[in-house]
């Protein structure tokens, strides 16, 4: 009998944002699965077991996603790790997938759930907290109220349009630089938060605060009026 897939949100990097179901199937499964060729390196990974220390003890599967625009090696790793994921499984072992934030949004998990699914596997989804979410609590301010409507967007969108859209926007995954030099020209009112929930976290109350370098993992959110 083939095993079960758990893809399982970490959060943002605060171990104490992990869900108690999380927990569980991390203390509880036979082997944990990263989208990092290094575990030492995996921001998940040390997470969980910050939340976890049973996970220490863990077999520990490497995968490596590359972060990169080439589609043909994306597509390539990511075919190797759904097989080395199906290996385990058709071994009859429980795997779980760690992955910051929620496994739903702009995750690595996603690509490997869709294949895995194809081919029949049984395959689960734990829910984390985003990690939009979080900033918007470490800002102390909603994300939306009334019927604003909430935009999620990821780095290399053109910032002009996005910001054109009505409500509220969050921009993920870089493209700092570019988005800041269009909210400036805007005028629009602008917050961040940078590695959220980490030791390393940075909180920004304007669009001049923050810096054009800001990281990779910085979460923007601007609004049509002031917060």
Same mark, same amino acid.
């Given at each position: 009998?083939n095993? &079960?897939?758990?893809?399982?949100? +970490?959060?943002?990097?605060?171990?104490?944002l992990?869900?108690?179901? =999380?927990?569980?199937?991390?203390?509880? !499964?036979?082997?944990?699965?990263?989208?990092?060729?290094?575990?030492?390196? !995996?921001?998940?990974?040390? +997470?969980?077991? +910050?939340?976890?220390?049973?996970?220490?003890?863990?077999?520990?599967? $490497?995968?490596?996603?590359?972060?990169?625009?080439?589609?043909? =090696?994306?597509?390539?790793?990511?075919?190797?790790? $759904?097989? =080395?994921i199906?290996?385990?499984?058709? #071994?009859?072992?429980? +795997?779980?997938?760690?992955?910051?934030?929620?496994?739903?949004v %702009?995750?690595?998990?996603? %690509?490997?759930?869709?294949?895995?699914?194809?081919?029949?596997?049984?395959?689960r989804? &734990?829910?984390?907290?985003?990690?939009?979410?979080?900033? =918007?609590?470490?800002?102390?301010?909603?994300?939306?109220?009334?019927?604003?409507?909430?935009?999620?967007?990821?780095?290399?969108?053109?910032? #002009? #349009?996005?910001?054109?859209?009505?409500?509220?926007? &969050?921009?993920?995954?870089?493209?700092?630089?570019?988005?800041?030099?269009?909210?400036?020209?805007?005028? !629009?009112a602008a917050? $961040?938060?940078?590695? !959220?929930?980490?030791? #390393?976290?940075?909180?920004?109350?304007? $669009?001049?605060?923050?810096?054009?370098?800001?990281?990779?993992?910085?979460?923007?959110? &601007?609004?049509?009026?002031?917060?």
């Open positions: 009998m095993g &079960v897939l758990y893809g399982i949100g +970490v959060g943002p990097g605060d171990p104490g992990l869900t108690l179901k =999380a927990a569980r199937l991390i203390r509880d !499964c036979d082997l944990l699965a990263v989208p990092h060729r290094d575990p030492k390196q !995996c921001a998940a990974l040390s +997470v969980a077991v +910050v939340a976890v220390p049973e996970a220490k003890e863990k077999q520990v599967l $490497a995968i490596d996603m590359p972060m990169t625009r080439d589609a043909s =090696a994306r597509e390539r790793a990511y075919a190797a790790g $759904a097989r =080395a199906e290996a385990a499984l058709d #071994e009859g072992k429980t +795997v779980a997938f760690l992955t910051l934030g929620d496994p739903s %702009y995750s690595t998990y996603g %690509y490997l759930q869709r294949v895995l699914l194809r081919a029949g596997y049984d395959v989804t &734990v829910p984390g907290v985003p990690s939009f979410c979080a900033a =918007a609590a470490e800002l102390n301010a909603p994300l939306c109220l009334d019927r604003e409507p909430l935009h999620l967007i990821p780095g290399g969108e053109p910032a #002009e #349009e996005a910001l054109a859209l009505s409500g509220v926007k &969050v921009f993920m995954k870089g493209g700092t630089e570019s988005l800041l030099r269009a909210i400036k020209r805007r005028g !629009c917050q $961040a938060v940078d590695n !959220c929930g980490t030791d #390393e976290q940075r909180v920004y109350r304007s $669009a001049e605060e923050i810096p054009n370098d800001a990281g990779y993992f910085t979460v923007i959110i &601007v609004k049509e009026n002031e917060p």
